[in-house]
């Protein structure tokens, strides 16, 4: 079974800041990933589809990248309803697992 | 606008059975993928499992966790999709989710929360 990571699982930023996440899977999974924002108490977000997609709404701030086995997303100037939890999600075959989350916090 | 309204959450005991709703408004259902996900306390996402549109086959595929103990299907008629989930254990109390998407899940619902204690 393929596995999903994420590094860092948290981090500390700044408002303006340029953030970058990364997600690593144990086989190639082509360009099937997505990305997601989750807040406290909410439903998680869609960002990023198919690696680097920008999902219709999503801030242009947010950009996605990689192929293969590595993927990052990146937040070009961290904005204040930013800080949440970011996670990536494979869905190259019927079973669309998730990484294990990274924190974005103050 | 796209809605979606989970419902059916609560407590109930190990082995018990407990079945998940989830009504779709403001998009084709007929047409959706729908799937259902789960978040445990305090931890991270967790795909539960799809159903496919009719028009796609409906056919349905499952986590390797919940194969065999949970089914979802659905009712275009009422535009819900559901998750009948039996022989539930401590480790299935979450919040679950459903969300429509093949490939990935654009729209989600509120989630509703199921305790096994």
Not at chain 1, 7 to 31: F, H, M, N, Y
Not at chain 2, 42 to 63: C, M, N, Q
Not at chain 2, 72 to 99: F, G, P, W
Request: with cysteine; charged share 15%.
């Amino acid at each position: 079974d393929i596995q999903m990571t994420q590094s860092p699982s948290s981090l500390s930023a700044s408002v303006g800041d340029r953030v970058t996440i990364t997600c690593r899977a144990s086989q190639s999974i082509s360009s099937y990933l997505n990305w997601y924002q989750q807040k406290p108490g909410k439903a998680p977000n869609l960002l990023i589809h198919t690696a680097s997609s920008l999902q219709s709404g999503a801030p242009s701030r947010f950009s996605g990248s990689g192929s293969g086995t590595d993927f990052t997303l990146s937040i070009s100037s961290l904005q204040p309803e930013d800080f949440a939890t970011y996670y990536c999600q494979r869905n190259d075959t019927i079973a669309f697992s998730f990484g294990p989350g990274t924190k974005v916090d103050v | 606008e796209v809605q979606l309204v989970e419902s059916g959450g609560g407590l109930v005991k190990p082995g018990g059975s407990l079945r998940l709703s989830c009504a779709g408004s403001g998009f084709t259902f007929s047409n959706a993928w729908m799937n259902w996900v789960r978040q445990a306390p305090g931890k991270g996402l967790e795909w539960v499992g799809r159903i496919k549109s009719k028009p796609d086959g409906g056919t349905t595929d499952y986590a390797a966790p919940v194969k065999g103990r949970f089914t979802i299907s659905r009712d275009d008629s009422q535009k819900t999709v559901y998750l009948q989930m039996n022989s539930l254990r401590t480790e299935d109390t979450a919040v679950y989710y459903c969300a429509t998407g093949g490939y990935f899940h654009d729209y989600w619902g509120q989630g509703t929360l199921v305790t096994v204690s």
